[in-house]
């Protein structure tokens, strides 16, 4: 059974940063895309960004893009976000993600219904 353990949000002020970790558990993951959405109050989820678990491709947000960077530790199984110079309007809960195979348009669709696999959320507030 896939399991997505997320930790690492919290409250921090504009310009500031966070690291959001997303532990894997249930199946091998190199050939999987692991991804992050989020869903602010009153919208949709979003896409966020999404990286192969080799590390040959990642895909980001115009929205995050040269902000937030996606990472992986092999080891311990863990994916990571790193969000510096969050702004108030990256306030929303994130949500890790987990895909087999899903290709750059996918991801930048605008839907996540196809999504097999999510973590709990972890919320991340930015202070103005």
């Known amino acids: 059974q896939v399991q997505l353990v997320e930790s690492g949000g919290g409250l921090v002020q504009a310009g500031g940063s966070l690291r959001l970790s997303c532990a894997a558990s249930g199946r091998t993951f190199r050939s999987y895309v692991m991804g992050w959405f989020r869903q602010a109050p009153g919208k949709e989820r979003e896409f966020v960004a999404a990286?192969?678990?080799?590390?040959?491709?990642?895909y980001y947000a115009d929205s995050v893009n040269g902000r937030f960077t996606n990472s992986r530790d092999n080891a311990k199984i863990t994916v990571y976000q790193q969000m510096n110079s969050l702004k108030h309007e990256d306030t929303a809960i994130y949500f890790c993600?987990?895909?087999?195979?899903?290709?750059?348009?996918?991801?930048?669709?605008?839907?996540?219904?196809?999504?097999?696999?999510w973590g709990q959320g972890s919320q991340v507030t930015v202070s103005s």
């Open positions: 993600a987990a895909v087999a195979l899903a290709p750059r348009t996918l991801w930048y669709s605008g839907t996540y219904d196809w999504v097999p696999y």
């Open positions: 990286s192969y678990w080799s590390g040959s491709e990642a």
